[in-house]
């Protein structure tokens, strides 16, 4: 039982109202200082023991590895292009189970699909968008680490211009490393129309904790999209993860909003913006825009991005 | 092995799993008594073992002779500042035991971190500390490389064949809740966070961000670390706002 239940739905004002309970124990194969991991564990607090998490192969599918899983709850594996229609099958055995008398409502679960960027934004993407035309009630969590991590930090198309992954290398005659944008994937969910898109990041847990309860009162696809710094791949020590939770939000790179049926709120808004160096300059991804000497143009390029968003949000 | 290079004067034309590795070197001592890791299995009788231990630990390792023990992890931290030079200073000793010289060692130092570093500095620093390693092991005897037809001496390692299985048994069901903390991950920890409970606050932060959930809040709501479990990834005594957490190095995980 989540703490949650209790207070049915009402939104938290401060960190000390978030659950002490565990839903996701220690003990997994999963890097020290895992900032997916971190975001995931604060939003199962929310879900409660009573979720079933359908996996596309990741990172987290370390998670549950026989004998051993760190869940209360249930989890089930499926594969990279189709964690979304897993979640289809396990919802639609619910319900028929439900109907038939065979399960009581109480005995009902929340499924959830836990997935990686690349599973996201590249491999999944068209079982997630059948699934959304489908309505089918469901979460579904992106811990968004911007590249295949658990294969050796290839690049998918959440990495973000200028970042070095092992697949968009530094050359001479690439010196941004990845030269393409990340895709715009909130906005490719809500021009599905789901009931709720978010972004989350565990520099604002309060903010995180409160999207997952204004979730829980909507029926139908509800989508988060969670900023997850990775000193495996991002190339820095595990203790910085927050430090890089915090400057994403703070240089305005990771913008923390919501769509609540298509309208976009802002859940945070800082007054100024950070410069994005701050955020890009220890990480050893981004290295290669400093050193050995700066690329001028390709942080003018990422400051200006960051600038036009918000600009366009201040309209 | 787990994880290997393979080194070899001619071209290697194979992959897949290494058998029988001509040396050992064992990064973190306390994998050497773990049956998911197993780095002593496929060694032969005279196969010698790099071992990384730490000096101010008490823990009693059996490792068969030819064992070279030393205290890699101070030696980087104390040459660079960096955990993550362990690897400059286990592939010194490495290079020392399979016989090249340091100059060959310093220019594979050199060509393999030349990129991934932010200054000369950093680079300058790895190389004193591949110089202090080769110093370190002036009296180490070479590895003999053993010819891999003869495979009369190789230790039998206990270990159970899982052979290839269809994937309803190969990934079995799990069928038990919550049982992940039986599985010891405290012994990842190279540094310990320690509370200094009158510094504490009791604000939360640590509590709500440790990734791991390895901080439990007590009746008066002070932070416990469960050290069992707890990575010593650092982010709690990192994000601590009154500095509460005081780090040690690892002792006894
Ligand atoms: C169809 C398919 N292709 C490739 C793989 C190999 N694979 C396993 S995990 C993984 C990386 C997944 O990246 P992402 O979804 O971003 O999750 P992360 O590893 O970063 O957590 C890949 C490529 C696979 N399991 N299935
Ligand atoms: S590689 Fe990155 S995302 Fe994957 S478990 Fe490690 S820290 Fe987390
Ligand atoms: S973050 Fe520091 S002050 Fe706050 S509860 Fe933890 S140890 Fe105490
Ligand atoms: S070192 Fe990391 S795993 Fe250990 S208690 Fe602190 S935050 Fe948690
Ligand atoms: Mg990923």
Sequence with gaps: ?315 | MAAFTRIAREAILERGAMEHPALVVVADETLVDEPASAPLAGRRDDTPVLLNVNAQSARQLSVPEPVFRADFTAMAIAATGRLSSLSTALAAAASRLSGLDEEHCRAGIDAELAGELASRDELESNLALAHDVYTLASDWTAVAWPDDADESDVVEADLVDLGLEPPCRAAPSIYASANSPARHTGNWRQYRPVLEPDKCNRCWLCFVWCPEAAITLDENEFPTVDYDVCKGCLLCAHECPTDAFRVERELGA
């Excluded at chain 1, 596309?56 to 370390?62: E, H, N, P, V």
């Excluded at chain 1, 008398?101 to 009902?108: F, I, S, V």
């Excluded at chain 1, 709720?196 to 989508?223: C, E, H, I, Q, W």
């Excluded at chain 1, 939770?245 to 945070?268: C, M, P, Q, W, Y």
């Design chain 1, 1 to 315: 039982m989540s703490a949650y239940e209790s207070s049915e739905l009402e939104a938290i004002k401060n960190l000390k109202q978030i659950a002490r309970e565990e839903q996701i124990l220690p003990g997994t194969a999963i890097c020290g200082g895992c900032g997916g991991l971190e975001a995931l564990r604060l939003a199962a607090k929310v879900l409660g023991e009573k979720t079933v998490f359908v996996n596309a192969a990741g990172c987290f599918t370390l998670l549950a590895v026989f004998p051993y899983t760190p869940l209360k709850g249930s989890w089930l594996y499926t594969n990279m292009a189709s964690a979304s229609a897993g979640a289809q099958g396990v919802r639609d055995a619910l319900d028929v189970l439900i109907e038939k008398g065979k399960l009581t409502r109480d005995e009902d679960v929340n499924v959830v699909v836990v997935a990686g960027d690349g599973s996201t934004y590249d491999m999944g993407l068209s079982s997630t968008s059948a699934a959304i035309f489908r309505e089918l009630d469901f979460w579904y969590f992106c811990y968004d680490n911007e590249s295949y991590g658990n294969t050796g930090v290839q690049m998918s198309s959440a990495t973000p211009y200028g970042a070095r992954t092992s697949t968009s290398a530094v050359t001479p005659a690439s010196r941004e490393g990845t030269e393409h944008g990340k895709k715009n994937l909130f906005e490719i969910w809500r021009a599905h129309r789901p009931p709720y898109v978010a972004t989350v990041s565990a520099r604002y847990p309060v903010d995180l904790t409160n999207k997952f309860l204004k979730a829980k009162t909507l029926k139908g696809p509800k989508l988060f999209i969670a900023h997850a710094p990775c000193p495996t791949g991002w190339l820095y020590d595990p203790e910085q993860t927050l430090s890089y939770s915090r400057l994403a939000v703070d240089t305005g790179i990771f913008a923390l909003k919501e769509a609540v049926n298509g309208d976009v709120t802002h859940t945070v808004l800082p007054k100024r913006h950070r410069p994005v160096e701050e955020y890009l300059a220890g990480q050893g991804r981004y290295r290669h825009l400093f050193e050995p000497e700066r690329n001028e143009r390709a942080l003018a390029l990422i400051q200006e991005q960051v600038d036009r968003y918000w600009e366009a949000v201040s309209q």
